[in-house]
């Protein structure tokens, strides 16, 4: 049985900096701000942890 299967979530700390399977007492009571991406496709996962430039317009062609 996996983590998921018991009920853990997948989150991402507020920084981004850190990912890890918390129990949702856990993720309620000491990470509220982290973001809960377990269910989250892999395309809005990546877009999340690496969003493009902001300026990438001005250098298009």
Do not use: N
Request: charged fraction near 25%.
């Amino acid at each position: 049985m996996s983590l998921r299967d018991q009920g853990f979530k997948f989150c991402i700390s507020p920084d981004k900096q850190q990912g890890r399977w918390l129990h949702p007492t856990e993720f309620k009571v000491l990470h509220s701000g982290w973001t809960d991406v377990t269910e989250w496709p892999t395309e809005r996962l990546v877009a999340y942890l690496m969003p493009e430039p902001q300026q990438q317009e001005l250098f298009a062609a």
